[in-house]
């Protein structure tokens, strides 16, 4: 046994000698000397004495007692006191420190080695106790995690982590073997050197891999302990020894699964000799109750399963009676309820657990009870006939009877004897006895409408005085009437009334106008929207109001709403039945007053039907004019291009002052009031954009909303919020209209089940906003035009792509990806800037912001001609089928220094740039030329000359752009007609961007 190591902790180095030469004398080894108590602790952490002995006046930041009260707490090392000094208040203080011994200097070596011998044994006890005591809380733990985890992969993490932290083991893992390979791999561990396990795998046969505790445990079923884990003293394969990772003692347990070995638990300590007797047979007990929890689960789990099972056979015969249309019901053999189908409650009115239990006589009138009780016994006791067919009547939950046809069969008990009960069925045959009544009012019914069918342009007097005769004919009633409903749906107008009750009634001055609100009964079948049946009018009803003076007597009376789609249009009521009505009554009044109305619809639609071939017509001529107007514009275009252009040419050749300036300001005016008088032309036919005028949003909003109203349908709400004093803008009112569609159709196709649209106006000045406006920057006042609207909205990705054009969410065919695009490129050619909002499921709305405009501005002054911009030397192909404005265009750009290859047409440009050898800087084209189109030749010489820039040109309107492909962010376009000036900083500007080509 090697002798106990001591630490000495003195101030005094010839008190540190003498104790350390006594110290050897008496057998024991002192490992070192301290002369401070920070070198205390330092000496301690390093050299893990067995026991220090510890001078309370010490030099430095803290003295004996301080020392030794940090060694207590942080390094669990028994310390006892060398002093000379004994008052009471030092010796009260040392106590605080719980030291193992106090010996007052000076001592005799018999009296030191009483103290040292004491304190160790005491302190091996101790230590003892508690690893015992945390031992058994571990076995304690590992009982209750065993009754409270219910899965092998929560039970073994959960032990793993309880054996560190309750146990006083450094690692505890678990390894898992598998069957079929006959390897162990880690299922769980917890601890520190954790990485002792990564890619660690043992296995159960003799060969390397085969050693170790874990291997040898599970290939013997024993438990397995190595208390001394150096390198060459480990059963471990050498790669895999605890002790090359600072580990002395290791044990292993078999951990079995219905009583085969499943695999081991493998504890490893730093510590030394851990693993003794008795820590040995707690262990044994715990790797038990851990075999104990595996079985337990899977029994749980068997268990578990087979409930589940019976659980979704259960459900499954349930769902299958559900599944039935008919009623189900089923009996014990004491003839009460156990269960039911969904429509067996619905029939009742109460739930099936509520039904549970009775028997017949709790839940019908005995008069039925009696009947079906008898018949369920004479079942029960001739099992012999296990099933059973007859009719009856059954009363339903809401007290209505119905003819029934039941069937009843006989089910096992538990010991397969039959009659353990009844499971019944039953068949509603209520319609099939009024078959013969319902057939006979058919018939009739169908008679009055083909002669209402023959009745094809009479009078809306006829029609309906018709209609009402036969419908109290149908229901058997004396008295009849017919009112109109207002689209409102709020006033009742009288048009029609039965001979009869006309002849009755004593009412001198009878109303035609009805608000509903002042209605009784008869108002109810608008207000519940559903016929309604009153078969005691004497009695007390909800909203009853009586009838004046005169009024026909009432005995019975019903009245029938006629809808059309979602709307009511008319109501007809009859009274004074003999017997009562029904729903029978109410179909033949209904169906009846239907087709009169389809009459009626029909009527008034071949009215409607010659006005709109009229429009039509109209349409027609409308859009021959338009296409007519397109088609003048675009060769204006050609013709105002090279008007101005010459006019330009000559006014720049002409001396300042001389008199012909001004005849060429003329005609140039004169070119400009044409050009203007082509964007009419244009915007006439819905092909080019008006000039901007003063405009009052508020007013266009207003004008708008009742075609808006059309275009989003009736499913969609359309809430306006104009404010009042809205400042002006300067901007294209058919724009903004256009705007303003686009942004509704987009709304209503997000909407397609109906919701709410909203358009808001607004003044904001964006001087006083904040600097974190969604939006770009504006200077000044503007006027917001907001559409709000609560469809499915927008994901991020699809809000940060929607004003690209073709661009577009909807189907194939639905859409063309342009209206938003179109929205913005208007707001932004118009000084405004729009933003949106959108999440999904919570709607979308679109801001826009315009300048906010000043009245009475000044009168535009007459333009002038404007200096070319500067020379250039560039190489450009120029391809236009106009020979006039081929020439003007090759002129005004040699005038500024160019070199010009001219063409004809696509053929022809492909051609020139084939004979041409140098290099082409800007191929400028006509879009719609013969032969190959302008974006046809752009794409084949872009593949010939890559570096080449395109400009495109057209007198076409933006829809024949689209047509050809040219709606693109990086395509260059310049509009017919244009000045010479915006030809040549067109020219310039594409030459200059280096991001094209």
């Given at each position: ?82 002093t000379?000094?004994s ?34 044994y ?19 733990q ?123 638990l ?11 007797e008795?820590e ?22 068997q ?88 009719e ?19 089910f ?80 009742l ?17 009878k ?31 909800e909203g ?44 033949q ?5 239907e087709?009169?109305?389809?009459l009626v619809?029909?009527n ?23 296409q ?65 005028v ?8 207003a ?25 002006p803008?300067t901007a ?45 920057p ?33 189907e194939?065919?639905?859409?063309t ?42 009168d ?52 020139v ?85």
């Amino acid at each position: 046994m090697s002798p106990n190591r001591i630490l000495i902790v003195e101030d005094e180095g010839i008190v540190a000698i003498d104790i350390e030469s006594r110290l050897a004398a008496m057998g024991y080894v002192a490992v070192g000397h301290a002369g401070n108590g920070d070198e205390a602790l330092e000496l301690t952490a390093r050299l893990r004495p067995d026991l220090v002995l510890m001078d309370i006046r010490l030099q430095g930041n803290m003295d004996g007692i301080e020392a030794a009260d940090e060694i207590r707490r942080r390094f669990h090392v028994p310390v006892i006191f060398l002093t000379a000094y004994s008052e009471r208040a030092t010796v009260e203080r040392a106590k605080l420190a719980e030291p193992f011994g106090f010996i007052l200097k000076p001592f005799q070596d018999r009296e030191l080695q009483s103290a040292i011998e004491i304190a160790i044994y005491k302190h091996k006890a101790e230590k003892e106790i508690r690893r015992m005591n945390r031992l058994y809380d571990v076995l304690s733990q590992v009982n209750q995690t065993v009754v409270r985890i219910r899965s092998r992969e929560e039970l073994l993490p959960t032990i793993c982590r309880l054996m560190v932290e309750r146990g006083s083991v450094d690692l505890a893992w678990i390894g898992w073997l598998d069957p079929h390979t006959g390897r162990i791999s880690p299922a769980a561990h917890f601890g520190n050197l954790g990485e002792m396990l990564r890619d660690t795998d043992f296995s159960t046969d003799d060969g390397p891999e085969g050693q170790g505790n874990p291997a040898k445990v599970v290939r013997e079923g024993e438990p397995f302990v190595c208390n001394e884990c150096g390198i060459n003293g480990c059963p471990y394969p050498p790669a895999k020894t605890p002790g090359r990772f600072g580990f002395q003692s290791c044990s292993s347990f078999p951990l079995r699964f219905q009583g085969v070995v499943c695999g081991a638990l493998s504890l490893c300590v730093a510590e030394p000799g851990f693993f003794r007797e008795k820590e040995m047979t707690l262990l044994k007990e715990v790797a038990l109750d851990i075999s104990f929890a595996l079985d337990k689960i899977e029994s749980d789990n068997q268990s578990e399963r087979l409930n589940e099972e019976l659980q979704r056979r259960s459900r499954f015969l349930q769902t299958l009676m559900d599944a039935m249309p008919y009623p189900v019901f089923y009996k014990d053999a004491q003839l009460r309820y156990l269960g039911c189908n969904t429509a067996f409650e619905k029939f009742i009115g109460i739930t099936r657990d509520n039904l549970m239990g009775k028997t017949v006589f709790e839940m019908w009138p005995p008069d039925l009870a009696d009947v079906h009780d008898r018949a369920d016994r004479d079942m029960l006791a001739n099992t012999d006939s296990k099933t059973q067919i007859y009719e009856g009547i059954m009363q339903a939950g809401n007290g209505i009877r119905y003819d029934m046809v039941f069937h009843k069969a006989l089910f096992e008990s538990v010991d397969g004897a039959m009659g353990g009960g009844i499971i019944g069925a039953m068949v509603d045959i209520t319609e099939r006895k009024r078959t013969e009544e319902s057939l006979r009012l058919n018939e009739s019914r169908l008679e009055a409408l083909l002669k209402l069918n023959q009745m094809a342009g009479a009078s809306l007097h006829d029609i309906t005085e018709f209609a009402l005769e036969e419908g109290i004919r149908l229901t058997g009633s004396t008295i009849g009437y017919l009112a109109f409903l207002n689209e409102d749906e709020d006033v009742l107008t009288m048009y029609a009334w039965s001979k009869n009750a006309m002849e009755e009634c004593r009412i001198s001055e009878k109303p035609l106008r009805y608000p509903l609100a002042t209605t009784g009964l008869w108002g109810e079948a608008v207000r519940q929207r559903k016929a309604i049946i009153t078969n005691d009018y004497s009695a007390l009803q909800e909203g009853k109001k009586g009838y004046p003076e005169g009024h026909v007597a009432l005995l019975r009376h019903m009245n029938v709403p006629v809808f059309d789609r979602d709307k009511i249009v008319l109501v007809a009521g009859v009274g004074n039945k003999s017997t009562n009505y029904d729903e029978s009554d109410v179909r033949q009044l209904t169906l009846l007053m239907e087709g009169m109305w389809r009459l009626v619809e029909r009527n008034r639609g071949e009215e409607e039907r010659k006005k709109l071939q009229d429009q039509l017509l109209q349409s027609q001529k409308m859009e021959c004019i338009g296409q007519l107007a397109g088609g003048v514009a675009h060769d204006f275009n050609n013709l105002l291009t090279v008007i101005e252009g010459y006019c330009t040419i000559i006014q720049m050749r002409i001396p300042t002052g001389d008199p012909l300036r001004a005849m060429l300001d003329e005609v140039r005016l004169a070119g400009e009031r044409a050009a203007a008088l082509t964007r009419q032309l244009l915007a006439f036919s819905r092909k080019q954009i008006l000039a901007p005028v003063t405009l009052d949003l508020n007013s266009l909003v207003a004008d708008l909303r009742k075609m808006l109203g059309r275009l989003i349908g009736e499913d969609i709400t359309l809430s306006t919020v104009l404010r009042p004093g809205l400042w002006p803008v300067t901007a294209d009112p058919g724009q903004i209209e256009q705007v303003i569609m686009n942004l509704a159709v987009n709304a209503r196709d997000a909407m397609p089940t109906g919701g709410m649209l909203t358009i808001e106006t607004g003044n904001v000045d964006f001087d006083t906003r904040d600097a974190g406006s969604p939006i770009e920057p504006l200077a000044g006042p503007c006027v917001m035009l907001a559409v709000t609207d609560t469809g499915y909205g927008m994901d991020e990705p699809t809000r940060t792509r929607i004003f690209e054009p073709f661009f577009t969410t909807k189907e194939p065919g639905k859409g063309t990806g342009l209206g938003l695009a179109t929205v913005y490129g208007i707001i932004k050619q118009s000084g405004g800037s729009i933003a949106v909002s959108s999440e999904p499921a919570r709607g979308t709305t679109f801001k826009i912001f315009l300048p906010a405009t000043r009245t009475g501005g000044e009168d535009a002054a007459v333009p002038q001609a404007q200096a070319l911009p500067a020379f250039g030397n560039e190489t450009i192909l120029l391809v236009e089928d106009e020979n006039t404005l081929r020439d003007l265009v090759r002129t005004l750009l040699e005038a500024q220094g160019y070199t010009v290859l001219e063409a004809q047409d696509g053929d022809n440009a492909l051609a020139v740039s084939g004979r041409y050898g140098g290099s082409i800087h800007l191929l400028m084209t006509d879009v719609v030329m013969p032969g190959i189109s302008g974006r046809e030749l752009a794409e084949r010489l872009k593949t010939l000359r890559p570096s080449m820039k395109v400009l495109f040109m057209s007198g076409y309107t933006d829809d024949a752009v689209v047509r050809h492909g040219l709606l693109t962010a990086r395509v260059q376009f310049l509009p017919k007609p244009f000045s010479p000036a915006m030809l040549a900083l067109k020219v310039r500007e594409v030459l200059d961007d280096d991001t094209l080509g």
